[in-house]
Nanobody, 115 residues
Framework: QVQLVESGGGLVQPGGSLRLSCAASGRNFAIYRMGWYRQAPGKQRELVAIVTSGGSINYAESVKGRFTISRDNAKNTVDLQMNSLVPEDTAVYYC?????????WGQGTQVTVSS
């Protein structure tokens, strides 16, 4: 059974940093793409960052230069380091792993950027 467990969300002031972590279990995810999505109230879920099995990385334009995604295939984890946070980054952040048409979601972790 595949399980994704996210951690690291919380409340932070503008300009602050948070690190999200996602631990995947249930199989070897080395061939899976791993990424983070987010959904703000009243908005559609959007891609934040993704890293392929080969190590290629893509970021949403809005987070380039501020967020860094990394994965550890030995531990089946994917992390998202978020710096210089702004209120517009407030959302529920979801971990996602996928291979071809197969995909799995975490339960989500709330990130709130507010003074």
């Amino acid at each position: 059974q595949v399980q994704l467990v996210e951690s690291g969300g919380g409340l932070v002031q503008p300009g602050g940093s948070l690190r999200l972590s996602c631990a995947a279990s249930g199989r070897n995810f080395a061939i899976y793409r791993m990424g983070w999505y987010r959904q703000a109230p009243g908005k559609q879920r959007e891609l934040v960052a993704i890293v392929t099995s080969g190590g290629s990385i893509n970021y949403a334009e809005s987070v380039k230069g501020r967020f860094t995604i990394s994965r550890d295939n030995a531990k089946n984890t994917v992390d998202l380091q978020m710096n210089s946070l702004v209120p517009e980054d407030t959302a529920v952040y979801y971990c996602h792993v996928g291979f071809q048409a197969i995909g799995y979601w975490g339960q989500g972790t709330q990130v709130t950027v507010s003074s």
